[in-house]
């Protein structure tokens, strides 16, 4: 069953429990993590985790709790719930505080939801997806997986209403990746992602995707490509907890390679499969 966690106490999903006053609701002043769960064992726990601690260190969030404790905490909603596929949603704030800019000197609120994931439709990953150019609009610290994911939305919502499953971001002439996901290029057997920056998100996934090419000896590389580049490549997939290894087939309605998933975006989901099962 899906459940719900707020400061100490699981909790029923529909019941109130956000007080008015929530930093987070007035400000957006958090991060978050989504941890996917595959037979009850989630997904790249320690890497989720320490990217959480990161990014509370860059927005000057002290965390009360330990590394170690709040793996305890998902760990023991993921055995309430029951489920042994689920989505781990989990938010730490700075705390219930009068409106004020300011950091107050309270404790931080953590939030979490645990719910079923929901299985993608197949013939995304067989047939591939449709996506679109849009320009990356987002503040300049794109590192920190913060709550505020308004250009995001807007982008991502405008991909949707022209057809398309994600939009790719674009910056100084380059990509940066996608509203929710990394972005990847095949060329001539060779793999290219934009190098991590302050521009991007340290994905999970893409940390993932690191290994398994290097288990297959597929030579990777951290560069910046362009749009035009990306039109022009073998292969196009992005990487996401809740996508996985998802296949680029259409750009701005322009096919990709033969309009097919290819060889090497095939490889790596096998072996991401693999790796999950393990």
């Not at 730490?92 to 719910?115: C, D, Q, W, Y």
Request: net charge negative; proline share 5%.
């Amino acid at each position: 069953m899906s459940i719900g966690y707020f400061n100490g106490q699981f909790i029923d999903l529909n019941k109130a429990v956000l007080p008015i006053e929530e930093r987070g609701h007035h400000f957006g002043d958090g991060v978050y993590e989504l941890i996917r769960c595959y037979n009850g064992k989630p997904f790249m726990l320690k890497e989720h985790i320490e990217r959480l601690f990161n990014s509370a260190k860059e927005i000057k969030l002290k965390i009360g709790q330990t590394k170690k404790e709040i793996e305890q905490l998902i760990f023991e909603g993921i055995e309430i719930s029951g489920l042994l596929n689920s989505d781990v949603y989990l938010q730490i704030t700075r705390g219930i505080a009068e409106r004020n800019h300011l950091f107050p000197n309270v404790p931080v609120s953590i939030s979490m939801t645990v719910k079923p994931w929901k299985e993608m439709d197949a013939s995304l990953r067989e047939k591939g997806i449709k996506t679109i150019f849009h320009p990356d609009e987002r503040w300049a610290n794109c590192y920190i997986k913060s709550l505020n994911l308004l250009p995001n939305i807007l982008a991502k919502q405008t991909a949707y209403e022209k057809g398309c499953f994600e939009a790719i971001l674009i910056r100084d002439g380059y990509i940066t990746e996608g509203t929710s996901s990394n972005v990847f290029i095949v060329k001539n057997g060779k793999l290219y992602t934009t190098p991590l920056s302050n521009q991007i998100l340290p994905g999970i996934t893409r940390m993932a995707v690191k290994k398994y090419a290097e288990h297959l000896q597929i030579p990777l590389h951290e560069e910046h490509f362009t749009p035009e580049e990306l039109l022009d490549a073998d292969e196009v997939f992005i990487t996401s907890t809740t996508a996985e290894i998802l296949p680029i087939v259409e750009c701005e309605g322009k096919r990709i390679g033969n309009g097919k998933p290819g060889d090497i975006t095939k490889a790596l989901y096998e072996e991401f499969q693999r790796f999950i099962e393990l």
